[in-house]
């Protein structure tokens, strides 16, 4: 049975940082492409970034480039999303999931975790 679980989240100040996990289980991790969204009250889930199965490329949203960054430990099957500089509107549901490499859908999903940005 194929898991996503994320943890990490919580509530941070404008201008703190958090660092999100990804650990998943029950795949063959390193063949997996890990995108991280997000989705605020009201709003329509939107990529946060995503890190290549192969080599750890990585590219990111505009909105959060240069504040975000994503790593991934194969070893561990764990992927990270390290948040610097948090703004207000990062506020949102930040989610995990796998695409399998030379696929175009991400099948698998996590649950979750909030992260709640105060000013």
């Known amino acids: 049975q194929v898991q996503l679980l994320e943890s990490g989240g919580g509530l941070v100040q404008a201008g703190g940082s958090l660092r999100l996990s990804c650990a998943a289980s029950?795949?063959?991790?390193?063949?997996?492409?890990i995108g991280w969204f997000r989705q605020a009250p009201g709003k329509e889930r939107e990529v946060v970034g995503r890190?290549?199965?192969?080599?750890?490329?990585?590219d990111y949203a505009d909105s959060v480039k240069g504040r975000f960054t994503i790593s991934r430990d194969n070893v561990r099957k764990t992927v990270y999303l390290q948040m610097n500089s948090l703004k207000p509107e990062d506020t949102a549901v930040y989610y995990c999931?796998?695409?399998?490499?030379?696929?175009?859908?991400?099948?698998?999903w996590g649950q979750g975790t909030q992260v709640t940005v105060s000013s």
């Open positions: 999931a796998a695409q399998l490499r030379y696929t175009e859908r991400y099948t698998y």
């Open positions: 029950g795949l063959s991790f390193s063949f997996y492409n």
């Open positions: 890190i290549t199965w192969l080599g750890g490329a990585t």
